[in-house]
């Protein structure tokens, strides 16, 4: 049977990736076609492929950061690496890959007349002044500083997506994504939650970066991704920004603490210092997700936390990959 038979074609920038591999996922049930593009910087074919004898998948080496010449009906656009670490790494590239790739995914959509989403980030708020955060906020950022590469590549790329809608009549999607969680995050993003799981399944201490009081609004997986395709359904005259996240706020402290029960674990907490611009509160305000997606999140925390402590489980302490 020829590959790529279904009526829609959808094309997923980072579908390698924690959350790309799950919007993968629930694309192929939805039942469309995906072309799944990745570079492989962070994402990984393993997050895949169970996916790779669907005859309604296609998996793509390539970087957005270079022209590409497809025929799709929507483009979700989630290429870019996520975690402070990994987006520091390289930082030049980072920028990169969040402008350049937006540009060329952007005249991708504008050529083939594709529906465009964008993985844009609460990191556009940078260390909030406001809160919760809401749309209309427009953000304190730091320019200059080691955190730039991303929030600015971020805001750039929400630029791009507004002047495309504007200039070209382009429909767009700007979904700005507060901290996700779940199976498939890269056991070594140095991102909160996958650290603390795998110290606390090693049995090694928790670290605690500053006073711990710093806070967040953690999602789960399965939840965003449903988001992400409700905003696509969307009429066309509505374009975003809008926030996904789950609004239950918790300190860092906090999430230690049932990290630590939920595991079982003897870790005890130690601190080391806080990083550079390290946002000090977030929560998104979701009220204009609940009136136009019809959207909230369902999975609480302790919930999530325990399905991804067994996938971490797994593939940390048993060498598995559960997929
Ligand atoms: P991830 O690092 O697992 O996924 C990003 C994917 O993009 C990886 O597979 C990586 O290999 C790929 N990639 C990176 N640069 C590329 C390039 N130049 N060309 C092609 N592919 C490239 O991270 P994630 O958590 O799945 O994040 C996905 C998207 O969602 C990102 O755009 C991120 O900024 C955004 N986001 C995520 C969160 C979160 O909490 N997970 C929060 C806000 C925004
Ligand atoms: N582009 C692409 N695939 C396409 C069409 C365009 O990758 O199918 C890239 C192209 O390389 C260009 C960018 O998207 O650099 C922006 O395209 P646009 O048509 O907006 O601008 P222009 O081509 O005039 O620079
Ligand atoms: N953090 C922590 N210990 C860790 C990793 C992170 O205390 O081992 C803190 C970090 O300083 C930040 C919060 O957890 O305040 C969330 O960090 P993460 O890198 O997951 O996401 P982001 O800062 O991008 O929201």
């Known amino acids: 049977m020829p590959k790529l038979m279904n009526s829609k074609q959808v094309l997923v920038t980072g579908g390698a990736g924690f959350l790309g591999s799950h919007l993968c996922d629930a694309l192929i049930a939805d039942g469309v076609d995906v072309i799944c ?33 497809v025929e799709v009906d929507e483009i979700y656009n989630l290429a870019c690496p996520a975690s402070p670490i990994h987006y520091q790494h390289d930082p030049v590239q980072t920028t990169k890959t969040s402008v350049h790739g937006a540009i060329n995914m952007l005249g991708l959509a504008k050529r083939v007349r594709a529906r465009i989403f964008q993985a844009s980030t609460s990191e556009v708020y940078g260390d909030p002044d406001v809160h919760p955060q809401r749309e209309d906020y427009w953000g304190k950022v730091n320019p200059i500083g080691p955190r730039a590469c991303y929030d600015e ?11 495309y809608y504007r200039q070209h009549r382009l429909l ?24 603390f799981i795998r ?11 500053g006073s711990g009081e710093q806070s967040r609004s953690f999602c789960y997986v399965s939840d965003l991704i449903d988001g992400f395709m409700r905003l696509m359904k969307t009429r066309d005259d509505f374009i975003g920004p809008v926030n996904m996240g789950n609004p239950n706020e918790f300190t860092m402290l906090e999430l230690a603490e049932k990290v630590i029960a939920l595991t079982g674990s003897k870790s005890r907490l130690i601190r080391e210092p806080a ?43 048993r060498g598995n990959n559960p997929d």
Not at 177 to 183: A, K, R, S
Not at 199 to 209: D, M, N, S
Request: with cysteine.
């Open 199 to 209: 110290q606390a399944l090693h049995g090694e201490p928790v670290t605690i970066y």
């Open 275 to 317: 990083p550079i611009d390290d946002p000090r509160q977030r929560q998104p305000d979701i009220t204009l997700a609940r009136k136009e997606l019809g959207w909230e999140p369902k999975v609480q925390l302790e919930e999530g936390l325990t399905r991804t402590i067994e996938y971490f489980d797994q593939i940390l302490t």
């Open 172 to 195: 767009i999607k700007v979904a700005r994504i507060f901290n996700t969680y779940g199976p498939r995050m890269h056991p070594n993003d140095g991102r909160v939650v996958s650290n």
């Open 153 to 163: 590549g971020k805001r750039c790329a929400e630029t791009l997506f507004f002047d």
């Open 37 to 69: 593009l990745d570079n492989f910087f962070t994402g990984n074919r393993h997050n895949v492929t169970h996916l790779l004898d669907s005859p309604s998948f296609e998996l793509m080496r390539h970087d957005v950061c270079f022209p590409l010449y």
